[in-house]
Protein backbone atom coordinates (compact mmCIF):
# COMPACT_ATOMS: atom_id res chain seq x y z
CA UNK A 1 0.00 0.00 0.00
CA UNK A 2 2.94 2.56 0.78
CA UNK A 3 4.14 4.48 -1.71
CA UNK A 4 7.98 4.65 -2.64
CA UNK A 5 8.20 8.12 -0.54
CA UNK A 6 6.25 6.58 2.28
CA UNK A 7 8.09 3.27 2.21
CA UNK A 8 11.48 5.70 2.65
CA UNK A 9 10.46 6.66 6.04
CA UNK A 10 8.86 3.76 7.58
CA UNK A 11 9.28 2.63 11.21
CA UNK A 12 9.51 -0.88 12.06
CA UNK A 13 7.85 -1.68 15.22
CA UNK A 14 8.48 -4.86 17.13
CA UNK A 15 7.34 -6.19 20.11
CA UNK A 16 4.77 -7.73 22.14
CA UNK A 17 1.21 -7.60 21.10
CA UNK A 18 -1.15 -9.06 24.32
CA UNK A 19 -4.29 -8.84 26.04
CA UNK A 20 -3.43 -7.18 29.23
CA UNK A 21 -6.17 -7.05 32.75
CA UNK A 22 -5.33 -3.94 34.44
CA UNK A 23 -6.41 -3.24 37.64
CA UNK A 24 -5.91 0.43 39.29
CA UNK A 25 -7.33 2.02 42.71
CA UNK A 26 -10.10 3.62 40.15
CA UNK A 27 -11.01 0.58 37.98
CA UNK A 28 -11.05 -3.11 36.49
CA UNK A 29 -9.98 -3.32 32.95
CA UNK A 30 -11.27 -6.97 32.32
CA UNK A 31 -9.61 -8.37 29.06
CA UNK A 32 -8.11 -5.40 27.02
CA UNK A 33 -6.02 -5.26 24.37
CA UNK A 34 -2.38 -3.97 25.15
CA UNK A 35 1.14 -5.11 24.23
CA UNK A 36 4.52 -2.76 23.40
CA UNK A 37 4.11 -3.26 20.28
CA UNK A 38 0.52 -2.31 20.21
CA UNK A 39 1.05 1.02 21.62
CA UNK A 40 4.14 1.64 20.36
CA UNK A 41 2.70 0.85 16.82
CA UNK A 42 -0.93 3.31 17.13
CA UNK A 43 1.84 5.73 18.83
CA UNK A 44 4.00 6.10 15.67
CA UNK A 45 1.32 5.66 13.22
CA UNK A 46 0.01 8.95 14.10
CA UNK A 47 3.50 10.41 12.32
CA UNK A 48 4.68 7.72 9.60
CA UNK A 49 3.61 4.58 7.89
CA UNK A 50 4.24 1.98 10.58
CA UNK A 51 5.05 -2.10 10.92
CA UNK A 52 4.15 -3.95 13.15
CA UNK A 53 6.39 -7.57 13.85
CA UNK A 54 5.16 -9.64 16.41
CA UNK A 55 2.93 -12.74 17.52
CA UNK A 56 -0.95 -13.36 18.16
CA UNK A 57 -2.66 -16.91 19.32
CA UNK A 58 -6.03 -17.91 18.28
CA UNK A 59 -7.81 -15.56 20.69
CA UNK A 60 -7.06 -12.66 18.66
CA UNK A 61 -9.54 -12.10 16.16
CA UNK A 62 -11.02 -9.33 13.71
CA UNK A 63 -11.95 -6.86 16.19
CA UNK A 64 -8.09 -6.28 17.40
CA UNK A 65 -6.73 -6.45 13.72
CA UNK A 66 -8.97 -4.02 12.85
CA UNK A 67 -7.91 -1.75 15.47
CA UNK A 68 -5.05 -2.09 14.21
CA UNK A 69 -5.63 -1.52 10.62
CA UNK A 70 -7.38 1.63 12.11
CA UNK A 71 -4.00 3.11 12.13
CA UNK A 72 -2.96 1.85 9.24
CA UNK A 73 -0.69 -0.40 10.39
CA UNK A 74 1.18 -2.24 8.18
CA UNK A 75 0.74 -6.16 9.59
CA UNK A 76 2.44 -8.30 7.33
CA UNK A 77 4.61 -9.13 10.04
CA UNK A 78 2.32 -10.42 12.72
CA UNK A 79 2.35 -13.65 12.84
CA UNK A 80 -0.88 -15.55 13.33
CA UNK A 81 0.18 -18.44 15.86
CA UNK A 82 -2.80 -21.43 15.61
CA UNK A 83 -1.07 -23.10 18.42
CA UNK A 84 -2.41 -21.22 21.45
CA UNK A 85 -3.68 -18.46 22.70
CA UNK A 86 -2.28 -14.20 23.01
CA UNK A 87 0.47 -13.39 25.35
CA UNK A 88 -1.50 -12.08 28.53
CA UNK A 89 -0.87 -10.38 31.64
CA UNK A 90 -2.54 -9.02 34.36
CA UNK A 91 -0.97 -6.50 36.72
CA UNK A 92 -2.24 -4.12 39.95
CA UNK A 93 -1.36 -0.77 40.18
CA UNK A 94 -1.31 0.32 44.51
CA UNK A 95 -2.81 3.78 45.53
CA UNK A 96 -1.48 6.70 43.27
CA UNK A 97 0.35 4.17 40.70
CA UNK A 98 3.19 4.36 42.91
CA UNK A 99 3.42 0.84 42.35
CA UNK A 100 2.78 -2.28 40.12
CA UNK A 101 2.54 -5.70 40.63
CA UNK A 102 2.30 -8.58 38.56
CA UNK A 103 -0.85 -10.98 38.97
CA UNK A 104 -0.35 -13.20 36.09
CA UNK A 105 2.09 -13.68 32.84
CA UNK A 106 1.26 -16.49 30.14
CA UNK A 107 3.52 -16.56 27.54
CA UNK A 108 0.97 -18.49 25.74
CA UNK A 109 2.01 -18.28 22.02
CA UNK A 110 5.03 -15.55 22.92
CA UNK A 111 7.29 -18.24 24.21
CA UNK A 112 7.96 -19.58 21.03
CA UNK A 113 8.16 -16.25 19.06
CA UNK A 114 11.16 -15.54 16.93
CA UNK A 115 10.41 -11.75 15.28
CA UNK A 116 10.99 -12.83 11.11
CA UNK A 117 10.66 -9.99 9.02
CA UNK A 118 8.96 -9.81 5.81
CA UNK A 119 11.70 -8.86 3.10
CA UNK A 120 10.44 -5.83 2.96
CA UNK A 121 10.28 -4.70 6.35
CA UNK A 122 14.39 -5.32 6.00
CA UNK A 123 15.08 -1.93 4.64
CA UNK A 124 13.07 0.08 6.78
CA UNK A 125 15.09 3.68 7.89
CA UNK A 126 13.58 3.63 11.49
CA UNK A 127 13.12 0.32 13.98
CA UNK A 128 11.70 0.53 17.43
CA UNK A 129 12.94 -2.53 19.25
CA UNK A 130 9.93 -2.36 21.83
CA UNK A 131 10.01 -3.50 25.16
CA UNK A 132 10.74 -7.39 24.80
CA UNK A 133 14.00 -9.85 25.66
CA UNK A 134 17.40 -8.11 24.55
CA UNK A 135 17.48 -11.18 22.75
CA UNK A 136 14.81 -11.10 20.73
CA UNK A 137 15.75 -7.08 20.24
CA UNK A 138 19.26 -8.31 18.85
CA UNK A 139 17.38 -10.53 16.08
CA UNK A 140 15.52 -8.17 14.78
CA UNK A 141 19.21 -6.03 14.29
CA UNK A 142 20.76 -9.17 12.70
CA UNK A 143 17.66 -8.89 10.12
CA UNK A 144 17.91 -4.90 9.53
CA UNK A 145 19.88 -3.43 6.59
CA UNK A 146 22.44 -1.50 7.84
CA UNK A 147 21.89 2.35 8.03
CA UNK A 148 18.50 2.00 9.97
CA UNK A 149 18.10 4.21 13.19
CA UNK A 150 17.61 1.72 16.32
CA UNK A 151 15.56 2.71 19.12
CA UNK A 152 15.57 0.33 21.77
CA UNK A 153 13.27 0.55 25.03
CA UNK A 154 13.69 -1.91 28.10
CA UNK A 155 11.80 -2.82 31.36
CA UNK A 156 13.56 -3.57 34.49
CA UNK A 157 12.47 -7.26 33.87
CA UNK A 158 15.26 -7.66 31.63
CA UNK A 159 17.99 -5.81 33.67
CA UNK A 160 17.18 -8.55 36.52
CA UNK A 161 16.78 -11.18 33.97
CA UNK A 162 18.81 -10.60 30.60
CA UNK A 163 21.52 -8.21 31.76
CA UNK A 164 24.11 -9.71 29.54
CA UNK A 165 22.13 -9.93 27.10
CA UNK A 166 20.72 -6.14 27.14
CA UNK A 167 24.82 -5.04 27.12
CA UNK A 168 25.45 -7.09 24.12
CA UNK A 169 22.33 -5.29 22.68
CA UNK A 170 23.98 -1.29 23.96
CA UNK A 171 27.13 -0.91 21.37
CA UNK A 172 23.91 -1.97 17.90
CA UNK A 173 21.26 0.73 18.66
CA UNK A 174 21.27 4.33 18.15
CA UNK A 175 19.27 5.32 21.21
CA UNK A 176 18.22 3.79 24.47
CA UNK A 177 15.30 4.21 26.17
CA UNK A 178 14.56 3.70 30.10
CA UNK A 179 13.39 5.05 33.08
CA UNK A 180 15.26 6.83 36.13
CA UNK A 181 14.91 3.65 38.36
CA UNK A 182 16.54 1.55 35.51
CA UNK A 183 19.10 3.80 35.19
CA UNK A 184 19.64 3.57 38.62
CA UNK A 185 19.58 0.09 38.88
CA UNK A 186 22.24 -0.49 35.51
CA UNK A 187 24.63 2.21 36.63
CA UNK A 188 24.28 1.91 40.10
CA UNK A 189 23.40 6.33 40.13
CA UNK A 190 20.66 7.69 41.12
CA UNK A 191 21.42 10.83 39.86
CA UNK A 192 20.22 11.12 36.11
CA UNK A 193 22.68 13.33 35.55
CA UNK A 194 26.21 11.12 36.52
CA UNK A 195 24.07 8.09 34.75
CA UNK A 196 23.12 9.41 31.84
CA UNK A 197 26.75 9.40 30.75
CA UNK A 198 27.40 6.10 32.29
CA UNK A 199 24.71 4.59 29.95
CA UNK A 200 26.58 6.49 26.98
CA UNK A 201 29.26 4.50 28.32
CA UNK A 202 27.78 0.69 27.59
CA UNK A 203 27.33 1.83 23.32
CA UNK A 204 24.23 3.81 22.15
CA UNK A 205 24.65 6.66 20.64
CA UNK A 206 22.27 8.41 22.07
CA UNK A 207 20.16 7.72 25.86
CA UNK A 208 16.90 9.19 26.82
CA UNK A 209 16.00 8.86 30.40
CA UNK A 210 12.44 9.21 31.28
CA UNK A 211 11.29 10.79 34.93
CA UNK A 212 7.02 10.05 34.70
CA UNK A 213 5.58 13.23 35.98
CA UNK A 214 8.88 15.00 35.83
CA UNK A 215 9.90 14.58 32.44
CA UNK A 216 12.64 13.35 30.67
CA UNK A 217 16.33 14.35 29.94
CA UNK A 218 18.05 13.64 26.40
CA UNK A 219 21.88 12.54 26.75
CA UNK A 220 22.85 13.21 22.80
CA UNK A 221 27.13 14.06 21.84
CA UNK A 222 25.71 17.68 20.89
CA UNK A 223 24.27 18.23 24.64
CA UNK A 224 21.56 17.40 27.08
CA UNK A 225 18.08 18.62 26.74
CA UNK A 226 16.37 18.29 29.53
CA UNK A 227 11.75 18.49 29.03
CA UNK A 228 9.13 18.24 31.66
CA UNK A 229 6.49 16.27 31.49
CA UNK A 230 2.80 17.70 29.89
CA UNK A 231 1.23 17.94 32.79
CA UNK A 232 -1.57 15.67 33.47
CA UNK A 233 -3.84 15.58 36.50
CA UNK A 234 -5.44 12.57 36.20
CA UNK A 235 -3.90 9.23 35.61
CA UNK A 236 -5.94 6.64 34.87
CA UNK A 237 -3.63 3.61 34.06
CA UNK A 238 0.11 4.04 33.18
CA UNK A 239 0.44 0.64 31.13
CA UNK A 240 1.60 1.40 27.76
CA UNK A 241 2.88 5.11 28.70
CA UNK A 242 6.52 4.50 27.81
CA UNK A 243 6.14 1.85 24.92
CA UNK A 244 3.52 5.08 23.37
CA UNK A 245 6.47 7.33 24.43
CA UNK A 246 9.25 5.23 22.15
CA UNK A 247 6.61 4.67 19.17
CA UNK A 248 5.28 8.61 19.20
CA UNK A 249 9.35 9.25 19.34
CA UNK A 250 10.69 7.16 16.38
CA UNK A 251 7.62 8.18 14.25
CA UNK A 252 8.31 11.72 14.86
CA UNK A 253 11.85 11.28 13.80
CA UNK A 254 10.88 9.61 11.24
CA UNK A 255 8.45 12.03 9.82
CA UNK A 256 10.91 14.89 9.85
CA UNK A 257 13.63 12.19 7.77
CA UNK A 258 16.22 13.06 10.17
CA UNK A 259 17.59 12.18 13.74
CA UNK A 260 19.83 15.36 14.39
CA UNK A 261 20.02 17.07 17.97
CA UNK A 262 16.89 19.83 17.02
CA UNK A 263 14.70 17.40 15.94
CA UNK A 264 15.21 15.06 18.59
CA UNK A 265 14.56 17.72 21.02
CA UNK A 266 11.15 17.67 18.96
CA UNK A 267 10.66 14.12 18.65
CA UNK A 268 10.69 13.93 22.24
CA UNK A 269 8.01 16.88 23.05
CA UNK A 270 5.80 15.13 20.63
CA UNK A 271 7.23 11.25 22.76
CA UNK A 272 6.01 13.20 26.16
CA UNK A 273 2.44 14.46 25.10
CA UNK A 274 2.00 11.34 23.58
CA UNK A 275 2.21 9.06 26.22
CA UNK A 276 0.32 12.11 28.55
CA UNK A 277 -2.92 11.01 26.32
CA UNK A 278 -2.13 6.91 26.69
CA UNK A 279 -2.41 7.71 30.85
CA UNK A 280 -5.70 9.39 30.33
CA UNK A 281 -7.83 6.18 30.07
CA UNK A 282 -7.45 2.77 30.44
CA UNK A 283 -5.47 0.73 28.34
CA UNK A 284 -5.18 2.19 24.50
CA UNK A 285 -8.26 3.63 24.43
CA UNK A 286 -7.13 6.89 24.49
CA UNK A 287 -3.49 6.63 22.83
CA UNK A 288 -6.52 4.96 19.69
CA UNK A 289 -8.95 7.65 19.93
CA UNK A 290 -6.87 10.86 20.54
CA UNK A 291 -6.17 12.00 17.02
CA UNK A 292 -3.17 13.99 15.28
CA UNK A 293 -4.77 17.31 16.47
CA UNK A 294 -5.01 16.64 19.97
CA UNK A 295 -1.26 15.45 20.06
CA UNK A 296 -0.33 18.60 17.67
CA UNK A 297 -2.47 20.98 20.29
CA UNK A 298 -0.32 19.45 23.18
CA UNK A 299 2.96 19.90 21.60
CA UNK A 300 2.34 23.85 21.05
CA UNK A 301 1.03 24.40 24.63
CA UNK A 302 4.51 21.97 25.98
CA UNK A 303 6.15 24.46 23.80
CA UNK A 304 4.93 27.80 24.86
CA UNK A 305 4.97 26.30 28.16
CA UNK A 306 8.32 25.96 28.21
CA UNK A 307 9.83 28.86 26.58
CA UNK A 308 12.16 31.62 28.33
CA UNK A 309 12.07 34.64 26.16
CA UNK B 1 24.86 54.80 49.55
CA UNK B 2 22.12 53.99 46.88
CA UNK B 3 21.42 56.49 44.17
CA UNK B 4 17.73 57.11 43.19
CA UNK B 5 17.81 54.61 40.25
CA UNK B 6 19.24 51.93 42.52
CA UNK B 7 16.14 52.71 45.20
CA UNK B 8 13.72 52.26 42.91
CA UNK B 9 14.59 48.73 42.57
CA UNK B 10 15.88 47.54 45.91
CA UNK B 11 14.65 44.70 47.05
CA UNK B 12 14.13 44.26 50.63
CA UNK B 13 14.89 40.85 52.53
CA UNK B 14 13.95 39.79 55.71
CA UNK B 15 14.19 36.76 57.29
CA UNK B 16 16.76 34.49 59.76
CA UNK B 17 20.16 35.41 60.52
CA UNK B 18 21.78 32.43 62.11
CA UNK B 19 24.90 30.41 62.83
CA UNK B 20 23.98 26.82 61.75
CA UNK B 21 25.72 23.36 62.38
CA UNK B 22 25.16 20.65 58.48
CA UNK B 23 26.28 17.47 59.21
CA UNK B 24 25.80 15.34 55.47
CA UNK B 25 26.89 12.08 54.41
CA UNK B 26 30.08 13.28 53.31
CA UNK B 27 31.02 16.50 56.35
CA UNK B 28 30.25 17.97 59.29
CA UNK B 29 30.21 21.89 59.00
CA UNK B 30 31.27 23.10 62.27
CA UNK B 31 29.82 26.59 63.20
CA UNK B 32 28.69 28.46 59.73
CA UNK B 33 27.42 31.33 58.60
CA UNK B 34 23.33 30.38 57.82
CA UNK B 35 19.78 32.03 57.94
CA UNK B 36 17.25 32.09 55.57
CA UNK B 37 17.95 36.11 55.37
CA UNK B 38 21.63 35.41 54.72
CA UNK B 39 21.06 33.55 51.76
CA UNK B 40 18.45 35.32 50.55
CA UNK B 41 19.84 38.60 50.41
CA UNK B 42 23.28 37.32 48.99
CA UNK B 43 21.22 35.59 46.23
CA UNK B 44 19.51 38.95 45.49
CA UNK B 45 22.75 40.86 45.76
CA UNK B 46 24.27 39.57 42.94
CA UNK B 47 21.29 41.34 40.51
CA UNK B 48 20.00 44.50 42.55
CA UNK B 49 20.67 46.36 45.77
CA UNK B 50 19.26 44.50 48.35
CA UNK B 51 18.30 45.85 52.35
CA UNK B 52 18.38 42.73 54.94
CA UNK B 53 16.21 43.17 58.38
CA UNK B 54 16.74 40.58 60.90
CA UNK B 55 18.46 39.93 63.82
CA UNK B 56 21.63 38.70 65.41
CA UNK B 57 23.41 38.75 69.03
CA UNK B 58 26.24 39.02 70.86
CA UNK B 59 28.40 35.54 68.63
CA UNK B 60 27.84 37.77 65.49
CA UNK B 61 31.30 39.54 64.45
CA UNK B 62 33.28 41.63 61.98
CA UNK B 63 33.93 38.75 59.89
CA UNK B 64 30.38 38.13 59.40
CA UNK B 65 29.35 42.00 58.83
CA UNK B 66 31.57 41.64 56.47
CA UNK B 67 30.54 38.94 54.20
CA UNK B 68 27.62 40.77 54.41
CA UNK B 69 28.80 44.07 53.46
CA UNK B 70 31.47 42.45 50.49
CA UNK B 71 27.75 41.92 48.87
CA UNK B 72 26.74 45.45 49.63
CA UNK B 73 24.27 44.07 51.17
CA UNK B 74 22.46 47.18 53.05
CA UNK B 75 22.60 46.55 57.19
CA UNK B 76 21.14 49.18 58.73
CA UNK B 77 17.83 46.85 58.88
CA UNK B 78 20.02 44.27 60.52
CA UNK B 79 18.94 44.70 64.70
CA UNK B 80 21.80 43.81 66.84
CA UNK B 81 20.60 42.50 70.14
CA UNK B 82 23.65 42.48 73.06
CA UNK B 83 20.90 40.47 75.20
CA UNK B 84 22.32 36.98 73.84
CA UNK B 85 23.52 34.63 70.88
CA UNK B 86 22.29 34.45 67.64
CA UNK B 87 19.72 32.24 66.19
CA UNK B 88 21.28 29.03 66.08
CA UNK B 89 20.15 25.50 63.78
CA UNK B 90 22.06 22.12 63.46
CA UNK B 91 20.74 19.30 61.23
CA UNK B 92 21.70 16.18 59.87
CA UNK B 93 21.25 14.84 56.28
CA UNK B 94 20.64 11.40 55.44
CA UNK B 95 21.44 9.33 52.72
CA UNK B 96 21.43 11.14 49.51
CA UNK B 97 20.21 13.96 51.11
CA UNK B 98 16.31 12.45 51.16
CA UNK B 99 15.93 13.39 54.84
CA UNK B 100 16.59 15.73 56.97
CA UNK B 101 16.67 15.89 60.75
CA UNK B 102 17.12 18.85 63.13
CA UNK B 103 19.46 18.10 65.81
CA UNK B 104 18.76 21.49 68.36
CA UNK B 105 17.23 24.84 67.52
CA UNK B 106 18.41 27.90 70.05
CA UNK B 107 16.28 30.92 69.08
CA UNK B 108 18.36 32.85 71.36
CA UNK B 109 18.28 36.47 70.23
CA UNK B 110 15.49 35.05 67.53
CA UNK B 111 12.93 34.59 70.37
CA UNK B 112 12.12 38.20 70.47
CA UNK B 113 12.59 39.44 67.25
CA UNK B 114 10.55 41.90 65.90
CA UNK B 115 10.95 42.99 62.71
CA UNK B 116 11.33 46.90 61.88
CA UNK B 117 11.52 48.78 58.80
CA UNK B 118 13.68 51.57 58.99
CA UNK B 119 11.79 54.43 57.73
CA UNK B 120 13.36 54.64 54.04
CA UNK B 121 12.86 50.35 53.74
CA UNK B 122 9.37 51.21 53.95
CA UNK B 123 9.12 52.31 49.91
CA UNK B 124 11.03 49.11 48.86
CA UNK B 125 8.97 48.31 45.47
CA UNK B 126 10.05 44.49 45.64
CA UNK B 127 9.91 42.36 49.23
CA UNK B 128 10.91 38.86 50.16
CA UNK B 129 9.20 37.68 53.14
CA UNK B 130 12.35 34.55 53.78
CA UNK B 131 11.41 31.36 55.36
CA UNK B 132 10.33 32.48 59.28
CA UNK B 133 6.95 32.44 60.96
CA UNK B 134 3.86 33.45 58.81
CA UNK B 135 3.31 36.22 62.22
CA UNK B 136 6.61 38.27 61.40
CA UNK B 137 6.19 37.98 57.30
CA UNK B 138 3.01 39.82 58.31
CA UNK B 139 4.36 42.50 60.49
CA UNK B 140 6.68 43.21 57.31
CA UNK B 141 4.10 43.56 55.73
CA UNK B 142 1.63 45.94 57.66
CA UNK B 143 5.23 48.15 58.08
CA UNK B 144 5.32 48.45 53.58
CA UNK B 145 4.31 51.05 51.08
CA UNK B 146 1.41 49.77 49.48
CA UNK B 147 2.56 48.81 45.63
CA UNK B 148 5.57 46.50 46.72
CA UNK B 149 5.83 43.57 45.14
CA UNK B 150 5.60 40.79 47.56
CA UNK B 151 7.04 37.04 47.78
CA UNK B 152 6.71 35.08 50.65
CA UNK B 153 8.77 31.77 50.98
CA UNK B 154 7.94 29.21 53.64
CA UNK B 155 8.18 25.83 55.15
CA UNK B 156 6.90 22.83 56.62
CA UNK B 157 7.36 23.45 59.93
CA UNK B 158 4.68 26.47 59.80
CA UNK B 159 2.41 24.54 58.10
CA UNK B 160 2.27 22.98 61.08
CA UNK B 161 2.88 25.25 63.73
CA UNK B 162 1.08 28.14 62.38
CA UNK B 163 -0.96 27.53 60.02
CA UNK B 164 -4.04 30.05 60.68
CA UNK B 165 -1.33 32.96 60.48
CA UNK B 166 -0.27 31.00 57.10
CA UNK B 167 -3.50 30.96 55.79
CA UNK B 168 -4.17 34.81 56.96
CA UNK B 169 -0.69 35.85 54.97
CA UNK B 170 -1.36 34.46 51.83
CA UNK B 171 -4.09 36.35 50.53
CA UNK B 172 -1.87 39.65 50.89
CA UNK B 173 1.22 38.29 49.05
CA UNK B 174 1.58 38.58 45.18
CA UNK B 175 3.87 35.16 44.71
CA UNK B 176 3.66 32.35 47.45
CA UNK B 177 6.91 29.75 46.51
CA UNK B 178 7.21 26.53 48.63
CA UNK B 179 8.03 22.78 47.77
CA UNK B 180 6.18 20.29 46.05
CA UNK B 181 6.05 18.44 49.98
CA UNK B 182 4.24 21.72 51.43
CA UNK B 183 2.16 21.71 48.22
CA UNK B 184 0.49 18.37 49.16
CA UNK B 185 0.28 19.02 52.97
CA UNK B 186 -1.21 22.13 52.52
CA UNK B 187 -3.71 21.28 49.50
CA UNK B 188 -4.45 17.63 50.48
CA UNK B 189 -3.28 17.18 46.23
CA UNK B 190 0.00 15.63 45.37
CA UNK B 191 0.16 16.54 41.78
CA UNK B 192 1.41 19.74 41.74
CA UNK B 193 -0.68 20.67 38.71
CA UNK B 194 -4.50 20.12 41.01
CA UNK B 195 -2.23 21.70 44.16
CA UNK B 196 -0.86 25.05 42.03
CA UNK B 197 -4.59 26.04 41.30
CA UNK B 198 -5.98 25.15 44.70
CA UNK B 199 -3.58 27.58 46.23
CA UNK B 200 -3.77 30.19 43.98
CA UNK B 201 -7.75 29.99 45.59
CA UNK B 202 -6.17 30.59 49.04
CA UNK B 203 -5.20 34.50 47.91
CA UNK B 204 -1.79 34.89 45.99
CA UNK B 205 -1.73 36.18 43.02
CA UNK B 206 1.17 33.86 41.64
CA UNK B 207 2.70 30.73 43.39
CA UNK B 208 5.86 28.59 41.97
CA UNK B 209 6.05 24.92 43.21
CA UNK B 210 9.59 23.62 43.70
CA UNK B 211 10.56 20.18 43.09
CA UNK B 212 13.93 19.95 44.27
CA UNK B 213 15.79 18.32 40.87
CA UNK B 214 13.29 17.74 39.32
CA UNK B 215 12.51 21.62 38.48
CA UNK B 216 9.89 24.03 39.65
CA UNK B 217 6.22 24.81 38.13
CA UNK B 218 5.12 28.84 37.80
CA UNK B 219 1.08 29.15 37.93
CA UNK B 220 0.40 32.37 36.60
CA UNK B 221 -2.88 34.26 35.64
CA UNK B 222 -1.79 33.69 32.03
CA UNK B 223 -0.30 30.36 31.70
CA UNK B 224 1.71 27.58 33.28
CA UNK B 225 5.33 27.47 33.16
CA UNK B 226 7.81 24.56 33.60
CA UNK B 227 11.35 24.53 34.04
CA UNK B 228 13.49 21.46 34.62
CA UNK B 229 16.43 22.20 37.31
CA UNK B 230 20.02 23.21 36.74
CA UNK B 231 22.13 20.08 36.60
CA UNK B 232 23.81 19.27 39.56
CA UNK B 233 25.85 15.62 40.04
CA UNK B 234 27.38 16.40 43.37
CA UNK B 235 25.22 17.88 46.25
CA UNK B 236 27.24 18.62 49.37
CA UNK B 237 24.52 20.75 51.12
CA UNK B 238 21.27 21.32 50.30
CA UNK B 239 21.05 23.90 53.57
CA UNK B 240 19.70 27.57 51.80
CA UNK B 241 18.86 26.21 48.07
CA UNK B 242 15.08 27.36 49.11
CA UNK B 243 16.39 30.69 50.13
CA UNK B 244 18.75 31.27 47.70
CA UNK B 245 16.19 30.74 45.05
CA UNK B 246 13.75 33.04 46.45
CA UNK B 247 16.41 35.59 46.66
CA UNK B 248 17.92 35.25 43.42
CA UNK B 249 14.12 35.20 41.99
CA UNK B 250 13.10 38.61 43.52
CA UNK B 251 16.51 39.97 42.48
CA UNK B 252 16.28 39.44 39.15
CA UNK B 253 12.51 41.06 38.85
CA UNK B 254 13.82 44.14 40.52
CA UNK B 255 16.80 44.26 38.33
CA UNK B 256 14.58 44.17 35.69
CA UNK B 257 12.00 46.90 37.21
CA UNK B 258 8.97 44.15 35.77
CA UNK B 259 6.84 41.45 37.84
CA UNK B 260 5.30 40.21 34.13
CA UNK B 261 4.89 36.70 33.18
CA UNK B 262 7.54 36.64 30.63
CA UNK B 263 9.88 38.16 33.00
CA UNK B 264 9.12 35.84 35.78
CA UNK B 265 9.90 33.12 33.45
CA UNK B 266 13.36 34.54 33.24
CA UNK B 267 13.64 35.23 36.92
CA UNK B 268 12.58 31.67 37.67
CA UNK B 269 15.67 30.58 35.53
CA UNK B 270 18.23 32.39 37.49
CA UNK B 271 16.73 31.45 40.63
CA UNK B 272 17.15 27.63 39.60
CA UNK B 273 20.39 28.33 38.48
CA UNK B 274 21.69 30.20 41.44
CA UNK B 275 19.97 27.71 43.96
CA UNK B 276 22.30 24.96 42.24
CA UNK B 277 25.18 26.85 43.09
CA UNK B 278 24.20 26.86 46.68
CA UNK B 279 24.12 23.67 46.94
CA UNK B 280 27.45 22.74 45.25
CA UNK B 281 29.36 23.16 48.68
CA UNK B 282 28.37 23.51 52.35
CA UNK B 283 26.63 26.78 53.78
CA UNK B 284 26.74 29.87 52.17
CA UNK B 285 30.41 29.19 50.22
CA UNK B 286 29.84 28.37 47.00
CA UNK B 287 26.59 31.19 46.49
CA UNK B 288 29.09 33.98 48.25
CA UNK B 289 31.99 33.25 45.62
CA UNK B 290 30.26 32.30 42.91
CA UNK B 291 29.89 35.40 40.98
CA UNK B 292 27.58 37.07 38.58
CA UNK B 293 29.26 35.64 35.96
CA UNK B 294 28.76 31.76 36.88
CA UNK B 295 25.05 32.53 37.37
CA UNK B 296 25.15 33.96 34.05
CA UNK B 297 26.92 31.45 32.45
CA UNK B 298 24.14 28.36 33.65
CA UNK B 299 21.27 30.66 33.18
CA UNK B 300 22.38 30.86 29.27
CA UNK B 301 23.28 26.37 29.49
CA UNK B 302 19.77 25.95 30.90
CA UNK B 303 17.99 28.46 28.40
CA UNK B 304 20.35 26.21 25.77
CA UNK B 305 19.37 23.22 27.38
CA UNK B 306 15.49 23.61 27.61
CA UNK B 307 14.78 25.36 24.45
CA UNK B 308 12.83 23.20 21.25
CA UNK B 309 12.84 25.42 18.34
Not at 31 to 57: C, D, E, M, N
Not at 143 to 151: E, R, Y
Given at each position: MSTTANTSRSVLVVGSVAFDRIKT??????????????????????????????????????????RLRRHDIDLAGLQMDRSGDTFFWSGVYGEHFASRTTLETRLNVFANFSPALP?????????????????????????????????????????????????????????????????????????????????????????????????????????????PAYPVTQVQDPTGAGDSFAGALIGA??????????????????????????VEALGVDRLETAGRALIDQRFTELVRMTRID
Open positions: PLADSGKILGGSATYGAIASSYFAPTRLVGVVGNDFGPAEINEEYRTSPFALLGNIQPQLQAQVLDQLAPGAFTVADTMNLWLDLARPQLLELLPRVDLFILNDEEAHQLTGHGNVYVAGPKLIQLGPKIVIIKKGAHGAVLFHPEGLFALLAAAGDTGFATLRRALAYATVTASLT
